[in-house]
C-alpha cells in the first residue's frame, strides 16, 4: 500500500481507540470495515437486522481476529427503522460509520417504498439519534446512483442530474438530510459516494446480487453468464478496501474543509462490461469462455459511469490503493472458497 497518509492514520489508530458504530454490519462493506477497525484495536458496536447480511459474514471476521480484538466488539440485532434499536446501539459511540440500506436500482424499481423506509427513515433515525448522542461524525454510505442523467464524465461532486430511480432518491435524499443536520445542528457529516464496490462477502446470489459476484459465480458454476445490453456499459469498479480507506479517513479527518460534504469514492478508472468479463476469465484460469447470453438494458441504470476521486484525493488523502486488477487478484480465492456455501 502506497499511501503513506492512511498508513499513518492506521498507525495512529493502533494508538488509540476510539468507539465506532458500523450500522449494516452484518453486509459485504460494513463486514469488511468491522475486519479492519477491529485489526486496529478499535472497539466496535455493530447493528443489522440480517434483511441482506448474513451472521456467517460476522462469523468469518471474528475468526480473523485475535480474542482480545473479538472481545472488542458489540452486537445487536435491530432495525433501524425502530428509532430505539438505533438509540441503544448509539450509546457511548464516538463515530458512526453508517452502512445499512437496501442496495439495488431493481429493488427500489420494484419496491420504492420499502426502499424508502430503510434508506431514508432508517437513515433520519440513525442520524436522529447519533446528534443526540453526540457523536463526533457521522460517515454514511451514499451512490454513484445520485449523479443520475447528467452527462459529463468523470463524475464530479458538485454536477449531479435527474436521479433515475428511488434508490438514487433516497441516497440523495441521505445527502440533504446530513446537509441540513449540519447546518442546523451542527454535527459533522462526510457522505460517500461509492462507485461498484466489489470484494469479499459481496453476496453473489439473489435477485439483486451485483455483477461480479454474479458473474464469478456463474462462471465458476459453468451457468450461463447474462449481460444487460450490448457491453459496452462501463463501470469505476471499486475494490473494497479502497471503500474502508476512505471510511476511514472521512472519519478520522482533521481538515474542517473536509467536513460536512460528499466524495466520490472509486478508483478514477472506467472498464466496460466486456473487459470485465475478459479480466474475470482471465484471473479464473477458466480454459473454455461462457457464453455471454446479451439481454435488454435495464431501466434505471446509468449507462457509462467514472469517478472523478480528485477532492477525495486533496481533502481526505484519500489514494485508492487497488484497481480493478488487482482487486480482482485479490479476492478470487475467497470466492472459490465461499461459493460453495452460497
Ligand atoms: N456495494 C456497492 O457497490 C455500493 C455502491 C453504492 C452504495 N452502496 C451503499 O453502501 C452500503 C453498504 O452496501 P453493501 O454493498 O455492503 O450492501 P449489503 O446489502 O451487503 O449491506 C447492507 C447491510 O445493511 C443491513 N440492513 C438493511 N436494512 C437494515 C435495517 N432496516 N436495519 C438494520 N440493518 C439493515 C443488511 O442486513 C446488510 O447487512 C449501502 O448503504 C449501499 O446502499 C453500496
New binding site residues.
Given amino acids: 500500500m502506497s499511501n503513506s497518509h492512511y498508513e499513518k492514520l492506521r498507525h495512529e489508530l493502533l494508538q488509540h481507540q476510539h468507539t465506532w458504530l458500523i ?10 470495515l468491522l475486519e479492519t477497525l477491529l485489526k486496529l484495536n478499535q472497539k466496535v458496536v455493530g ?8 451472521k456467517k ?1 460476522l462469523e468469518e471476521v471474528l475468526e480473523k481476529v485475535t480474542p482480545e480484538q473479538r472481545d472488542n466488539f458489540l452486537f445487536y440485532q ?5 428509532l430505539s ?1 438505533c438509540a441503544k446501539a448509539m450509546k457511548g459511540v464516538d463515530l458512526v460509520l ?6 439495488s436500482v431493481p429493488r427500489s424499481i420494484k419496491t420504492p417504498e420499502i426502499t424508502h ?3 431514508v427513515t ?1 437513515f433520519l433515525n440513525s442520524l436522529m439519534v447519533a446528534k443526540d448522542a453526540g457523536v463526533k461524525r457521522f460517515v ?6 445520485v449523479y443520475g442523467d447528467h452527462p459529463d464524465l468523470p463524475k464530479q461532486e458538485d454536477k449531479i442530474g435527474n436521479p433515475l430511480s428511488p ?1 438514487a432518491v433516497s ?1 440523495y435524499t441521505n445527502e440533504l438530510y446530513a446537509k441540513a443536520f449540519s447546518t442546523c445542528y451542527g454535527i459533522e457529516t462526510i457522505g460517500l ?6 470484494g469479499p ?3 453473489p446470489a439473489g435477485p439483486y446480487a ?1 455483477v461480479i459476484p454474479l458473474w464469478i459465480s456463474a462462471l465458476l458454476k459453468n451457468e450461463p453468464v447474462n449481460i444487460n445490453g450490448d457491453g459496452e456499459t462501463s463501470r469505476d469498479f ?1 475494490y ?1 478496501e479502497n ?1 474502508v480507506q476512505g471510511n476511514l479517513l472521512a472519519a478520522m479527518t482533521q481538515n474542517k474543509a473536509a467536513v460536512n460534504t460528499v466524495y466520490n469514492i472509486a478508483v478514477g478508472q472506467q472498464n466496460t462490461l466486456k473487459t470485465l468479463y475478459s479480466l474475470l476469465v482471465e484471473n479464473l484460469n477458466l480454459s473454455t469462455q461462457q457464453e455471454l447470453l446479451y439481454k435488454n438494458f435495464r431501466s434505471g441504470d446509468i449507462r457509462h459511469s467514472l469517478a472523478d476521486v480528485d477532492k477525495a484525493k486533496k481533502l481526505l488523502g484519500y489514494h485508492p490503493a487497488y484497481s480493478l486488477q488487482s482487486g480482482l487478484k485479490e479476492m478470487m480465492e475467497w470466492y472459490r472458497v465461499a461459493l460453495v456455501n452460497y
Avoid: P
Fill in positions: 450500522t449494516g454490519v452484518a453486509g459485504f462493506i460494513g463486514s469488511n447493528l443489522d437486522n440480517f434483511a441482506t447480511g448474513f459474514n435491530g432495525d433501524i427503522c425502530v434499536d453508517h452502512q445499512a440500506a437496501l442496495g423506509a430503510t434508506n432508517g454514511y454510505a451514499s451512490s454513484s446512483s434508490y441516497k459516494r461509492y462507485f461498484n464496490v466489489f462477502r459481496q453476496n451485483a471499486c473494497v471503500a
